[in-house]
């Protein structure tokens, strides 16, 4: 019966996100707490746990089901069609690609925290060279199913509706706004008054404090999230159960701080998701550009407008001391807000930001076409940040081995941080438009007006909508870049 069907289906799935979220709170372990000699059982672990989920998402019966099963009302309706686009992805893919990618994935994220820490990307050129060979070999059968571009079906995964040929017109049109900007807003900014430092100082034990009161005041729920520390900043876990890291360091309490309010964002998604669909495909976040959105909307349009750092500026110097100055808004706007050419993806501000992401776009479509082979990748990064942003990285550690994205198998995933930031600014200035008083609100540190507009136009709605019609839903208009540049211009190209 198609009712039976349909609940057999949501029993399934249901199966298979728990499995997803157990393989999740593995990887969170592995990049907090894990001891080094256990990566390779815990790569056994990871691929057992893909191997598992497969299995069950293109046994027969799936397919089975999903042609008779009906859906009523649009939410079920988009649930089943999620269902099967699951599927079909899937169903390209043999179980044992899916567990040897799990394996080389979990082993070369072993060998570039090793690499990085030398800077020496020939430890790790093995290690992902079969990576990105798997990767290829997965691109090539999800292409041949889906009828995409290799690397359209990998952005997929990630985003779904986007692809290269719609990202690479709107970052072309960002790197000829880039090459005009920069220049200008660094001139803008050698004729201000140079920021004052904070007086630091900063022990770690004060930072964990205030960076958890700050991720609670602005709205997650420390009954259902914890804060621990790794090498890179992430958020993960469940919508029950959100884990956050961040990394400390005793000289720059921003690190810390601003990386805590970014994850917060990207928590707060995971806690407003509809419980109703909780691991059902439509309960989903809407994919990965949406999820940076939150973030973005958080730690950028939010907690660095100049209301919320005039509230936050007081908060640091009841934590750490000092003479005011320094913690008045227009200094931490001046510190924190510094546009600068720089190595570092995670350390780059919003002009420069989208550079980083445009080169790493064009690099992997080309590792995942072909065109560029892994040994290569060095001197092509290296070029790249030369003709990006005028500099050129001194080592690897600051050049191709930074991010852990691709060492983990994440191929396609890099272009949602763009997208997000202007997602962000766009959402951003609607909410502004929707809510009366929320810059006012924000100058008190409350971020509930803010996060109630998000609750109801975007966390709440799950995956009932691709990317661009929940933009449309929630802004009147689908992914409008000329927001962000907007939002760019007043914030840093005006003197």
């Given at each position: 019966?198609?009712?039976?069907?349909?609940?057999?289906?949501?029993?399934?799935?249901?199966?298979?996100?728990?499995?997803?979220?157990?393989?999740?709170?593995?990887?969170?372990?592995?990049?907090?707490?894990?001891?080094?000699?256990?990566?390779?059982?815990?790569?056994?672990?990871?691929?057992?746990?893909?191997?598992?989920?497969?299995?069950?998402?293109?046994?027969?019966?799936?397919?089975?089901?999903?042609?008779?099963?009906?859906?009523?009302?649009?939410?079920?309706?988009?649930?089943?069609?999620?269902?099967?686009?699951?599927?079909?992805?899937?169903?390209?893919?043999?179980?044992?690609?899916?567990?040897?990618?799990?394996?080389?994935?979990?082993?070369?994220?072993?060998?570039?925290?090793?690499?990085?820490?030398?800077?020496?990307?020939?430890?790790?050129?093995?290690?992902?060279?079969?990576?990105?060979?798997?990767?290829?070999?997965?691109?090539?059968?999800?292409?041949?199913?889906?009828?995409?571009?290799?690397?359209?079906?990998?952005?997929?995964?990630?985003?779904?509706?986007?692809?290269?040929?719609?990202?690479?017109?709107?970052?072309?049109?960002?790197?000829?706004?880039?090459?005009?900007?920069?220049?200008?807003?660094?001139?803008?900014?050698?004729?201000?008054?140079?920021?004052?430092?904070?007086?630091?100082?900063?022990?770690?034990?004060?930072?964990?404090?205030?960076?958890?009161?700050?991720?609670?005041?602005?709205?997650?729920?420390?009954?259902?999230?914890?804060?621990?520390?790794?090498?890179?900043?992430?958020?993960?876990?469940?919508?029950?159960?959100?884990?956050?890291?961040?990394?400390?360091?005793?000289?720059?309490?921003?690190?810390?701080?601003?990386?805590?309010?970014?994850?917060?964002?990207?928590?707060?998604?995971?806690?407003g998701l509809p419980e109703a669909w909780a691991r059902q495909p439509v309960g989903e976040a809407a994919g990965m550009a949406a999820h940076e959105s939150q973030s973005l909307i958080v730690e950028m349009q939010a907690c660095r407008s100049d209301a919320f750092l005039g509230f936050l500026g007081g908060e640091l110097r009841t934590a750490f001391g000092g003479p005011p100055a320094p913690?008045?808004?227009?200094?931490?706007?001046?510190?924190?807000?510094?546009?600068?050419?720089?190595?570092?993806?995670?350390?780059?501000?919003?002009?420069?930001?989208?550079?980083?992401?445009?080169?790493?776009?064009?690099?992997?479509?080309?590792?995942?076409?072909?065109?560029?082979?892994?040994?290569?990748?060095?001197?092509?990064?290296?070029?790249?940040?030369?003709?990006?942003?005028?500099?050129?990285?001194?080592?690897?550690?600051?050049?191709?081995?930074?991010?852990?994205?691709?060492?983990?198998?994440?191929?396609?995933?890099?272009?949602?941080?763009?997208?997000?930031?202007?997602?962000?600014?766009?959402?951003?200035?609607?909410?502004?438009?929707?809510?009366?008083?929320?810059?006012?609100?924000?100058?008190?540190?409350?971020?509930?007006?803010?996060?109630?507009?998000?609750?109801?136009?975007?966390?709440?709605?799950?995956?009932?909508?691709?990317?661009?019609?929940?933009?449309?839903?929630?802004?009147?208009k689908p992914l409008d870049p000329a927001d962000f540049i907007e939002h760019l211009t007043v914030r840093y190209l005006r003197d």
């Amino acid at each position: 019966m198609p009712n039976a069907a349909l609940n057999r289906l949501k029993a399934r799935f249901a199966r298979i996100a728990a499995l997803g979220e157990a393989a999740g709170m593995l990887h969170w372990d592995a990049a907090t707490m894990m001891p080094p000699g256990g990566g390779a059982s815990r790569g056994e672990q990871l691929a057992a746990l893909a191997g598992l989920s497969h299995e069950l998402l293109t046994a027969p019966v799936v397919e089975e089901d999903l042609e008779i099963a009906l859906a009523e009302g649009d939410w079920e309706q988009a649930n089943l069609d999620l269902m099967t686009r699951a599927h079909a992805r899937a169903t390209a893919l043999p179980t044992e690609l899916v567990e040897a990618t799990a394996r080389a994935n979990s082993a070369c994220e072993k060998v570039w925290r090793d690499a990085k820490a030398r800077a020496d990307f020939a430890l790790v050129c093995p290690a992902l060279t079969e990576v990105v060979r798997l990767q290829r070999e997965t691109a090539q059968a999800l292409a041949a199913e889906l009828g995409m571009d290799p690397y359209d079906a990998l952005m997929d995964g990630y985003q779904r509706g986007v692809t290269a040929a719609d990202v690479e017109p709107v970052f072309a049109a960002y790197q000829a706004f880039l090459a005009e900007a920069l220049p200008r807003a660094e001139a803008i900014q050698a004729r201000r008054p140079a920021p004052q430092p904070l007086p630091g100082p900063f022990p770690v034990e004060i930072q964990r404090r205030l960076s958890r009161a700050l991720s609670e005041r602005i709205g997650l729920d420390y009954d259902h999230a914890r804060l621990d520390e790794s090498l890179h900043p992430f958020c993960g876990g469940t919508p029950a159960d959100v884990r956050l890291t961040t990394f400390y360091d005793e000289r720059d309490v921003a690190k810390a701080l601003l990386g805590v309010l970014h994850e917060t964002g990207h928590g707060l998604y995971e806690r407003g998701l509809p419980e109703a669909w909780a691991r059902q495909p439509v309960g989903e976040a809407a994919g990965m550009a949406a999820h940076e959105s939150q973030s973005l909307i958080v730690e950028m349009q939010a907690c660095r407008s100049d209301a919320f750092l005039g509230f936050l500026g007081g908060e640091l110097r009841t934590a750490f001391g000092g003479p005011p100055a320094p913690y008045e808004a227009s200094n931490l706007a001046r510190l924190w807000r510094h546009v600068g050419r720089g190595f570092i993806r995670v350390d780059a501000d919003e002009i420069t930001y989208p550079a980083h992401v445009i080169l790493r776009f064009r690099l992997e479509r080309a590792l995942i076409g072909g065109d560029l082979q892994v040994a290569d990748l060095p001197g092509a990064w290296n070029d790249g940040m030369e003709a990006m942003l005028g500099i050129t990285p001194p080592d690897d550690a600051r050049g191709c081995l930074q991010d852990i994205h691709w060492h983990d198998g994440a191929f396609g995933y890099f272009p949602s941080y763009t997208l997000g930031a202007m997602a962000a600014a766009q959402l951003m200035k609607a909410a502004r438009a929707a809510v009366p008083g929320l810059d006012d609100a924000l100058g008190r540190g409350d971020m509930a007006p803010l996060l109630g507009w998000l609750r109801a136009n975007v966390h709440g709605k799950g995956s009932l909508l691709g990317f661009q019609d929940l933009l449309r839903a929630a802004t009147g208009k689908p992914l409008d870049p000329a927001d962000f540049i907007e939002h760019l211009t007043v914030r840093y190209l005006r003197d």
